[in-house]
Structures are given as C-alpha cells and as structure tokens.
C-alpha cells in the first residue's frame, strides 16, 4: 500500500487486502460501499474482480475514483482493465473505461500550473508490450467557481508524425515508457529503444535509444523535440 499526501490535498489507494480511505472522507462519499470489491462497467463477465482501486481529493480539482480489474470474459479472453470515474459537482459520472491492456498501474499527477495532468500507465498483451496508457487533464477552478471536469488527452496520435524527427531508417516497433512529471518535475516524455527496419528482428533492437519530450496543447501531446542516443546496453 502507498499513501502519499501533497500540498495540494489527499490521494488514498487500495488494494484487495489494504485500506488507507476512511468512509467519511470527502473522495469516498457517494460511491457504492462495494466500490473496492465488485467490478462497474466491465465486459470481464468471468471472475471479474478488483484487484485495486484508487481516490483523488485534490483542492479545486474534481474527486477521482478508479478501479483496477482482472478478469476474462467468452470473447476476449483473459484480461485487465480500468475503469475512472469523476465527480465535478454533479455527483459520480464515468470518465473512461479501457479493456484494452492486460496490466494497469495506479495514476500519477503532474501540476503544470494552470491545472493538473493525470496518467495512467497500461500494457497491452503480447510481444509488442503495446501502450494501453490513459492520461486526462484538469484546470484549476478559480475561486468561488465551479470545478473544471477532467478531459481525456490524447497520447497517441504523435506517433503520426515521429518518424520525421528519428535518424532515417530507424523505427519504433514496441511501446514507449511514459515519464509524465510530478508535483516538482513538469516534463513530458518518453523513452524508447529503436530498431533499425532492414535488419533489425522483433526481439532485438540496434539503433540506439530515443527520448521523445512533449508538449501539450489543446489536450494532446504534441512532440516537441527528440534526444537521440545511438548506444544500446549491454544486455536488451
């Protein structure tokens, strides 16, 4: 169990076996009693189950509540999955709920002064270790003023365009690792190996190392610029 206070409010998690939000809090109340145990919104219709839930209360930002779940269903087979949901003034609401990866991490925030980036980190199954990552963004209220909902971001449509800022015949074949900054650290990036497309096989990139820095604008992750590094580890 992690719990982690910040300047700016609370931020309390769980997990099957642990508890670290009271019921009376603010980011609790509202919620179904079995929020941390039984699946909402899942297409996991087998054995679904919660294997960890987190809440946001932040100051003039709307509470978050989510769930983590492991399940299988006839058509997909097993699988993971994450459901978000929002709470801007007008009780609980849905705001995403992706089926799409097998593993999902507990959110991360970064404050990017005028309001507040939230990611959450997924893997899709197979070889490819494809990006199942979430990511939403949330102004600041102004005083006496009404909460601004959080809205999705988009974190995948620069891919578009990243071969126009990689060395000619390299390639991204796999998922990135996302490093979306935190309370002191406002940098977008992330990192990748990078595989030569003449030569290189699936399993074994040789064209070095890519650091992809961002930013974002209009509620999409623009690429900002690229550090390239043409050395590989000893050991992929």
Known sequence: MTL???TLGF????????????????ATSGLPPTFDTICL???LDRECRVVASARSQMNDLPPIALQVQAGSSEQAGV???????????????????????????????ADLEEGVLMHIAGVR???????????FYALYAEEDAPLHSW?????????????????????????????????????????????????????CPTGGRATIHFA?????IKIDHVEYDPTMPDEY
């Open 216 to 220: 974002l604008e209009d509620n999409v």
């Open 125 to 135: 199954p197979g070889t490819g270790s494809g990006n199942a990552d979430l990511a």
């Open 4 to 6: 982690r206070k910040t």
């Open 79 to 109: 699988g993971g999955g994450v459901v978000v949901y929002q709470d801007a003034g007008e009780g609980w609401e849905q705001l995403a709920a992706s089926f799409d990866g097998y593993w999902y991490d507990y959110p991360t925030f």
């Open 151 to 203: 809205q999705p971001v988009d974190i995948t449509s620069w891919r578009d365009t990243i071969g126009e800022h990689l060395p000619e015949g390299l390639e991204i074949w796999k998922g990135v690792d996302f490093d979306m900054g935190d309370w002191t650290t406002r940098w977008l990036t992330a990192s990748t190996y990078l595989w030569k497309a003449e030569t290189d096989a699936n399993c």
């Open 41 to 43: 919104a899942s297409p």
């Open 11 to 26: 931020y309390c998690l769980t997990t099957a076996l642990l508890s670290a939000c009271g019921t009376g809090t603010a």
